[in-house]
C-alpha cells in the first residue's frame, strides 16, 4: 500500500491521500468524519464528471442527457449524482448534459433555483423566465441536439427512473420538431452506474476489507458462545456493529446454519427472508450475507465458519475439501468472463464446465458499485439458471465490479447429506482481467467453543 499512496501523493488531491493514509493498515482502518467523506464524494463526482462522462455519452451516441426527478422521488440515476450535502433533490430538480464532441466539450447545468453542488451551475433565473419546463426549452433549442436521452428502460430499474408525470409535463412543453429526438439513455444510465473509476477503485478494497474485519469479529468468540448465541443475535449484532461505526448497510444480513443431521434446505426456503432462528452448537457451519454501504459504493459479502468442538483446532477434513468446492466454481466463473460477452453466455458456459468437473453449481452474479444489486452484466438469478432475459443479455463491460454470488452442493458421507457452500465476494472486471477487489475466502473461519 505505501508504494501506492507515494504514487498517487503526486497526482491525487489532498483528501483522497489522506483516505489512503487512514487506511495504511486494513486491520486497524479508521472511518472517515462525516466533512472528510462528503470532501472525498465531491471529488469522486468532479473525476467522473470531467474524465469518464463525456466518454460514456460518445459510446451512446447521447449529445443531450436529462435527469428529471422531484424531491423524496429520486430517479435512482439522479441520486448518484447529487453532492454529498444534498440528501434528496429539491423541488422539482432538472439536470442537463450536454456533450459537444467536436468541441470536446461537456456543460452540466440545473434548470433548479440553485446550483447543484459545486459540479453542476444553476441555469435558470426564475424572476426572468417562471416556468421551470419553459427555461428547459430554451435550453434545448439554443443546443440543438441530435439526441435528447430519457431515462426509461424495461431491462433496468435503476434506469428507469423518469416518472410519468414529469414524462408527461416534458413531452407537453417540448416543441413537436424535437419529438423525433427523444430516445431511451438506458445504456448511457446503466454505464454511468456500472463504470468504475481509477479512485473508486482505490478505495473500493477498503470498504471490502471493512466488510470482512466486521464478519470475522462477527464469527468470532467475542461474539458467539456455542449453545447461547443464536443465528438472530448475530444478525443484530452486525446491524448494531454498522451503526456503532458510523455506517449504513442496504439490506438486512442474514445468518444460517447448516449441521449434521438436518436435512439441507431447497432453494426456496434458504434465499428466504424469513430465516428460522437457531441456537449456534458446536460442530455447525455457518454462513453469513452482509454488506456495507460508504463513501457512494456498496459491499455484498457470503463467507463461512465452522464452530469448533471440544478438542478439536481446525475443521474436519471432509468440510475443508467442501469448501475448496465452492473456490473450485468461482475459478471457473471467472475464468469465463471476457468483455463483450453477455451475462447469459457467461452462466452458461460457466453452468456446463461446472458440471462436467462433477459440482452442483448454481450461479447468481451481479453487478456491484453505486447500488448493491446494481445496474450491468446479471450472470444469473438463484431462479434463472437457465439465463436472465434483459439483463442476462447484456455484454460485460470493463471497468466493473461484480458481487461474485453463487453456491455448489457437496455430498457429505460423513453426515450422510448435502451441505451447501456458499460463497460471495466482489471482483473487478478490468483491461488486466479479472481480479479480487480485496481478495477472497480460500478456508472456514474458525469458531472456538470457549
Given amino acids: 500500500m505505501r508504494k501506492l499512496i507515494e504514487f498517487r501523493v503526486w497526482i491525487c488531491k489532498p483528501i483522497l491521500i489522506i483516505f489512503l493514509l ?60 447529487l453532492p454529498p450535502t444534498w440528501l434528496n433533490a429539491r423541488r422539482r430538480t432538472i439536470l442537463v448534459f450536454y456533450r459537444n464532441e467536436e468541441q470536446d466539450t461537456l456543460e452540466r447545468l440545473a434548470v433548479a433555483r440553485y446550483d447543484v453542488g459545486n459540479n453542476i451551475r444553476s441555469a435558470w433565473n426564475p424572476e426572468k423566465q417562471p416556468e421551470q419546463w419553459e427555461a428547459l426549452i430554451e435550453i434545448i433549442k439554443d443546443r440543438n441536439p441530435d439526441k435528447i436521452g430519457l431515462n426509461y428502460s424495461e431491462m433496468d430499474g435503476i434506469a428507469d427512473g423518469l416518472v410519468k408525470t414529469d414524462y408527461d409535463k416534458f413531452m407537453e412543453a417540448l416543441p413537436q420538431e424535437f419529438h423525433s429526438k427523444i430516445v431511451s439513455a438506458e445504456n448511457l444510465a446503466v454505464s454511468w452506474i456500472e463504470t468504475r473509476t481509477e479512485m473508486e477503485m482505490e478505495i473500493y478494497p477498503e470498504l471490502v476489507q471493512i466488510t470482512k474485519d466486521i464478519i470475522q469479529e462477527a464469527f468470532s468468540d467475542k461474539v458467539i458462545t456455542p449453545g447461547k448465541t443464536s443465528t ?101 466463473l471467472t475464468d469465463n468472463f471476457k468483455t463483450g460477452k453477455t451475462g447469459n453466455k457467461i452462466l452458461l458456459e460457466s453452468l456446463g464446465q461446472a458440471k462436467s468437473s462433477d459440482l452442483k453449481p448454481m450461479i447468481y452474479t451481479h453487478p456491484l458499485g453505486l447500488y448493491g ?42 453426515w450422510d447429506q448435502e451441505v451447501r457452500i456458499m460463497l460471495e465476494e466482489a471482483g473487478f472486471w478490468g483491461p488486466q482481467g479479472f481480479r479480487y477487489v480485496n481478495g477472497r475466502q480460500n478456508e472456514l473461519l474458525l469458531i472456538s467453543d470457549n
Fill in 22 to 81: 487512514a487506511f495504511c493498515s486494513p486491520a486497524t482502518a479508521q472511518i472517515l468524519p462525516e466533512r472528510e467523506r462528503a470532501q472525498l464524494m465531491e471529488e469522486i463526482q468532479q473525476d467522473k464528471f470531467d474524465n469518464l462522462l463525456p466518454k460514456l455519452m460518445d459510446r451512446a451516441e447521447i449529445d443531450m442527457w436529462l435527469v428529471i426527478a422531484r424531491e423524496y422521488n429520486e430517479d435512482p440515476v439522479l441520486r448518484t449524482m
Fill in 232 to 332: 438472530e443475535d448475530v444478525v443484530w449484532w452486525l446491524r448494531q456493529k454498522v451503526t456503532d461505526l458510523g455506517l449504513e448497510t442496504w439490506f438486512h444480513p442474514t445468518v444460517s446454519i447448516q449441521r449434521d443431521e438436518e436435512a439441507l434446505k431447497d432453494h426456496v426456503s434458504a434465499f428466504s427472508s424469513a430465516k428460522e432462528k437457531k441456537v449456534i452448537m458446536p460442530g455447525d457451519l455457518i454462513h453469513c450475507d452482509f454488506g456495507i454501504s460508504y463513501l457512494g459504493l456498496n459491499t455484498d459479502c457470503q463467507q463461512m465458519a465452522y464452530v469448533l468442538k471440544a478438542g478439536e483446532s481446525e475443521a474436519p477434513e471432509f468440510l475443508s475439501k467442501a469448501f475448496k468446492k465452492g473456490n473450485q466454481l468461482q475459478n471457473i
Fill in 373 to 414: 444489486h446494481s445496474s450491468g452484466t446479471t450472470i444469473g438469478m438463484w431462479d434463472s439458471q437457465e439465463g436472465v432475459p434483459g439483463r442476462g443479455d447484456y455484454p460485460l463491460h470493463e471497468n466493473t465490479v461484480y458481487a461474485i454470488e453463487l453456491n455448489t452442493s457437496v455430498f457429505l458421507e460423513e
